[in-house]
């Protein structure tokens, strides 16, 4: 029984991290396997299906900042680990070269550079207006 439920839980949290692009999914494994236990799934009514999966008590904070634990699957916890700072050098970055702690790519601005080579998508947004150069 101890190892199908290692197992199952070491399997689902490998899955989440390896799909989250985390640098070694055993690191995420280590840090959420001992906070993981294997739940019976419940149908739409709230009653036990006989399914056991796994959820990841997790801590983290709510939106005025106090402390709270959650209960998620696998694939939630390692997303929202990948959402906080202090887990981000556990997977790899998004962000563009250069200086800055959370140097991450622009978004909504217009890379006129890539732009410039595609001579009719540059006429294009020059006739719509999308051009905008900082004077």
């Not at 995420?28 to 959820?55: S, W, Y």
């Not at 390692?78 to 070269?97: A, C, H, I, P, S």
């Amino acid at each position: 029984k101890d190892r199908y439920t290692n197992a199952s839980i070491r399997r689902a949290i490998t899955d989440a991290a390896a799909t989250l692009d985390a640098y070694n999914p055993a690191q995420i494994v280590a840090l959420l396997g001992v906070n993981t236990r294997l739940v019976d799934k419940l149908d739409a009514e709230g009653k036990p299906t006989g399914e056991f999966i796994p959820k990841v008590r997790f801590d983290d904070t709510d939106k005025e900042g106090k402390a709270v634990t959650l209960e998620l699957d696998p694939g939630e916890a390692v997303k929202r680990m990948k959402e906080l700072d202090q887990y981000q050098n556990l997977f790899k970055g998004t962000g563009v070269g250069g200086l800055g702690s959370n140097n991450t790519p622009k978004t909504g601005k217009m890379d006129v550079k890539k732009l410039a080579t595609d001579p009719q998508a540059y006429r294009d947004a020059r006739k719509a207006g999308k051009l905008k150069f900082d004077q």
